[in-house]
């Protein structure tokens, strides 16, 4: 018989419990959960997969605007990618992983950030990804004197256009598809740095990252 941490009165406590709101039954000299218990349990497991979830995401949610997305939207059932000082753009090999089995691919961009260009550049030179990029207009006039090369590569991808407008945001959303699947991610920035990215498959998230991913392309159409 193992030993437990807590004292016998303490487990009597919880069988009695348990055993009063049909959560186990008595089998012999053991308990064993009923319909009810594996029920809750499996509730129980889901509530504490979302809570750590979430816990992981706030570092990456606290510096999104407030009025920018729900956090338990983007947090549900999300994978969290945090910045690591010593590895910053380590981030961005997840966004790769997902680009390997990807059709298509569109995405904001906000900031300059060389690492981000190439794994979306190399991707679909690799893959053959349909990539569209809305690019803030600002920043695109600023990358033409002073960073030409990254753009330069990526204008000269024969799958990849460009389409400017106002993407002046503190983060990046994008969607990637592939045969089977749609991806949606945020990738937060703080003053030009990478705080994080929160990947995320479910249906309300694919669904708010489309509707954002319009909404910017759509200022530079009305513009």
Not at 65 to 89: C, H, I, K, M, Y
Not at 190 to 201: A, F, H, K, L, W
Request: charged content about 25%; aromatic content about 8%.
């Amino acid at each position: 018989m193992k030993s437990l941490s807590v004292s016998r009165s303490t487990v009597d406590r919880a069988i009695s419990e348990l055993r009063g709101v049909d959560c186990i039954h008595r089998s012999g000299s053991a308990y064993r959960s009923t319909e009810i218990g594996r029920i809750a349990l499996e509730e129980y497991a889901s509530y504490t997969d979302r809570m750590q979830s979430l816990e992981e995401a706030t570092p990456v949610i606290k510096s999104l605007p407030r009025d920018s997305v729900t956090p338990g939207l983007f947090s549900r059932e999300a994978s969290v990618e945090t910045a690591n000082p010593r590895r910053p753009l380590h981030i961005f090999d997840r966004l790769s992983a997902v680009l390997e089995s990807a059709k298509r691919f569109r995405g904001t961009v906000p900031v300059a950030l060389a690492p981000y260009f190439e794994v979306i550049r190399t991707s679909a030179a690799e893959h053959g990804i349909d990539v569209e990029l809305t690019v803030d207009a600002v920043l695109y006039d600023d990358l033409q004197t002073e960073s030409r090369t990254s753009i330069e590569r990526l204008e000269r991808s024969k799958t990849v256009r460009l389409v400017t407008s106002d993407v002046a945001t503190s983060y990046a959303v994008w969607i990637a598809e592939t045969s089977t699947q749609t991806y949606a991610g945020i990738i937060v920035y703080d003053q030009g740095r990478v705080e994080g990215m929160i990947v995320n498959s479910t249906p309300a998230a694919t669904e708010w990252a489309l509707n954002q991913y319009r909404e910017f392309k759509k200022r530079g159409e009305s513009g």
